[in-house]
């Protein structure tokens, strides 16, 4: 009684994050399309974000509402989410990037030069996670009886007999080019930016107050996508463990405990991709005043055309 109450629970409230992370990521879509202002380098990166979380969410949302869902469905609900994820943590690495250039080694990158570079890259991003990542779930959907359905995600038959080495070396590759080295390399560029605005960028009362505004939006803007990384890394640990747990332990996937984690393990998931479009209002000024007044137009003009 207790387990089917808490996981109803996580159902429900899986629901409304998706629900809220929707509308969310829309609204930054909209607000960087139909601000001028808004098409700079850093906000096409953001962009990308939202729409990578805006798909993982919508998928999510069409197979919450069908009934019997079938197994292919789930191979292509496993394939949208580490293409997402994929393209998600790699632009949080090129942001990174872009911030290390240009603050740390005050260089002017070629790529991140103009928004037609940057477009391009993004959509270069998007084609090799889409390339890179079909043939291993094809493999995946080569063994009909090892992967089953469990509720909204899927897991795996212990008691099917099949080699899991090739699954176990996907996974292996998954964590360490899609996790382990971005969060790595992510966390040694912040590290640089970060003693460089400190240390030889602080604003100093002498400078122009221009200047002294410049050097503070820049450090604004470092700690927001720091925070956006942190959660992004947190968010998605315990999928991870999930993962790890399935493939090299001897854990009883069929046990109320472990159904519990693994099905708070997908609900994190959900978390991360609803919450930035929270994160961008709350911690970074900028974004919330462009939105105030893209909201504000909206009013403007439905209020003249009545």
Same mark, same amino acid.
């Given at each position: ?32 399309? !139909? ?20 798909? +993982? ?28 994820? *994929?393209?998600?943590? =790699?632009?949080?690495? %090129? ?18 030069? *103009? ?17 890179? #990542? ?11 009886? +090892? ?16 080699? *899991? ?7 292996? !590759? ?7 080295? /971005? ?6 560029? +912040? ?5 460089? %605005?400190?240390?030889?960028?602080? /604003?100093?009362?002498?400078?122009? /107050? ?7 939006d820049k450090r604004r803007l470092t700690i927001v996508m720091i925070i956006v990384t942190v959660?992004?890394?947190? !968010? ?9 747990? #399935? ?10 405990? +472990? ?19 929270? %994160? ?11 939105? =105030? ?9 439905? !209020?003249?055309?009545?």
């Open positions: 009684m207790y387990f089917g109450s808490v996981l109803d629970v996580l159902t429900i409230i899986s629901f409304s994050v998706t629900s809220l992370g929707i509308v969310g990521n829309l609204l930054v879509l909209l607000i960087i399309l !139909c601000t001028k202002k808004l098409r700079t380098k850093m906000y096409i990166f953001i962009g990308n974000l939202a729409l990578a979380d805006l798909c +993982y969410l919508a998928h999510e949302m069409v197979a919450g509402f069908m009934m019997n869902v079938p197994k292919e469905f789930f191979m292509i609900s496993t394939y949208v989410t580490f293409v997402t994820f *994929t393209v998600s943590i =790699h632009t949080l690495v %090129l942001l990174a990037i872009d911030k290390f250039l240009t603050l740390v080694l005050v260089f002017k990158s070629i790529v991140f030069k *103009t928004s037609r570079n940057l477009l391009i890259t993004v959509a270069l991003l998007w084609a090799i996670s889409i390339s890179l #990542l079909s043939p291993a779930v094809i493999f995946f959907g080569d063994d009909p009886g +090892y992967f089953i359905q469990k509720g909204p995600y899927i897991t795996v038959n212990k008691t099917n007999n099949t080699d *899991t080495t090739p699954f176990k070396t996907i996974f292996i !590759c998954l964590f360490v080019l899609d996790y382990l080295v /971005p969060l790595i390399a992510i966390t040694v560029m +912040y590290a640089k930016v970060i003693f460089q %605005l400190n240390s030889k960028d602080r /604003p100093n009362p002498v400078n122009n /107050p221009a200047d002294s505004k410049i050097i503070k959660v992004f890394a947190v !968010c998605w640990f315990p999928r991870y463990v999930d993962f790890y747990l #399935l493939f090299f332990t001897e854990v009883d996937n069929t046990n109320e405990s +472990y159904e519990i984690f693994s099905a708070f393990a997908y609900f994190s998931v959900l978390i991360n991709s609803a919450i930035n479009p929270i %994160l961008y209002a709350f911690i970074y000024v900028d974004f919330r005043q462009q939105a =105030h007044n893209f909201f504000k137009q909206i009013r403007t003009t439905c !209020c003249k055309k009545k």
